[in-house]
């Protein structure tokens, strides 16, 4: 059964962005499955900033389209730097929740061809930043929660905005577009915890149209 408007809440984070509480749950256990298979191709790892330094959050990606960061920039590409070969193709389970989602948000016909795939561990944070190296900003960001708790932080359009609190927990997805895309936002230090399913660290999945 799809999630709808009646059975599962809502909770608007801004114009174009809203939190869509226990969205994904039904399916969580079919994501983390097809996320270990796409870990399994292409695993994890700690990118490189342009100024040198590794990410704290382990990432990797699915889709025709990948992002990357190294010491040339963030951008988006067809291949996998480690391996040279194309990233693991989008599981169907992927696209199909991504879709579901973007439109109860208002935002129909939604497409990812890239499906970022991060892991976070106790201690772990993402600071604030706005996604900027898509090509076309009028699609909207699909972020899904898997696994521990953790607060995301929902800013302004600019950096120095403070950012509001929002508890995400298994199973939220929460999607941002039109006057909401290029907000600023990010994760607080993970707290310590252990899922009963997923152990001691949270999947994110966060699906965007880059190309």
């Not at 990797?60 to 067809?78: A, I, K, M």
């Not at 403070?162 to 199973?171: K, T």
Request: hydrophobic share 40%.
């Amino acid at each position: 059964m799809t999630p709808g408007l009646f059975d599962e809440p809502q909770e608007p984070l801004g114009d174009g962005a809203v939190l869509l509480r226990g969205f994904a749950r039904d399916e969580s256990e079919a994501l983390f499955a097809a996320a270990q298979a796409v870990i399994a191709e292409a695993p994890l790892r700690h990118m490189v900033t342009p100024g040198g330094l590794a990410m704290a959050v382990a990432m990797t990606n699915c889709g025709p389209l990948g992002w990357v960061s190294d010491r040339r920039g963030y951008r988006y590409q067809g291949t996998d730097p480690l391996s040279g070969h194309a990233w693991p193709a989008m599981p169907g389970v992927f696209r199909a929740l991504a879709g579901r989602a973007a439109a109860a948000a208002g935002f129909e016909g939604f497409e990812p061809d890239a499906c970022l795939v991060n892991r976070y561990v106790p201690g772990t944070r993402l600071s604030l930043h706005q996604d900027r190296d898509e090509s076309d900003y009028g699609a909207p960001i699909v972020s899904v929660s898997l696994g521990l708790p953790a607060v995301f932080l929902w800013g302004g359009t600019k950096r120095a905005n403070r950012p509001h609190r929002v508890p995400l927990d298994h199973g939220d997805v929460v999607v941002w577009g039109g006057p909401s895309r290029l907000v600023f936002h990010g994760v607080a230090p993970l707290a310590p915890g252990e899922h009963e399913r997923l152990g001691t660290q949270r999947v994110n999945l966060t699906f965007r149209k880059a190309g």
